[in-house]
């Protein structure tokens, strides 16, 4: 990625069929160490949601509960914590539809979830 990233021949931001970029894609599946390229380049809009069921790549991180990428997400300061995908459903729902503690516990470190929203 960092190679593909230096040639000027990539965007950071490119979208799929339904709206997901490298970063949605590298969150939902946990790679740090991509999610810090891509931050990297300042180039990513770090809380695009996808077309097909809203969601943001926090909200994908959450729901995987990979704590490591929410934390670099949330370090933007360009996330909205709170925010819900088609169904109404928040990053905090999914890390608690899933069990991830730490992920609950990160999120709600913020002050910025609503802890009682519904879907």
């Known amino acids: 990625v960092k190679l593909l990233l230096a040639t000027d021949q990539v965007e950071a931001d490119s979208k799929g069929e339904y ?3 490298p970063l949605w894609w590298a969150a939902r599946n946990g790679h740090e160490a ?13 809380d695009l949601k996808n077309s097909r069921y809203g969601q943001t ?3 994908l991180a959450a729901e995987n509960g990979h704590e490591a990428v929410i934390k670099l997400l949330l ?4 996330v909205e914590i709170d925010s819900k995908d088609e169904y109404g459903r928040t990053p905090l729902w999914w890390a608690a539809k899933n069990g991830h503690e730490a992920v609950i516990k990160l999120l709600l ?3 910025q ?3 009682d929203s519904k879907d």
């Open 19 to 21: 709206g997901q970029t």
């Open 34 to 46: 991509v999610v810090k390229l891509l931050l990297a380049t300042g180039e990513v809009e770090v």
């Open 57 to 59: 790549p926090l909200s």
């Open 75 to 78: 370090a933007t300061g360009q």
């Open 109 to 111: 470190a913020t002050g």
């Open 113 to 115: 979830v609503e802890a």
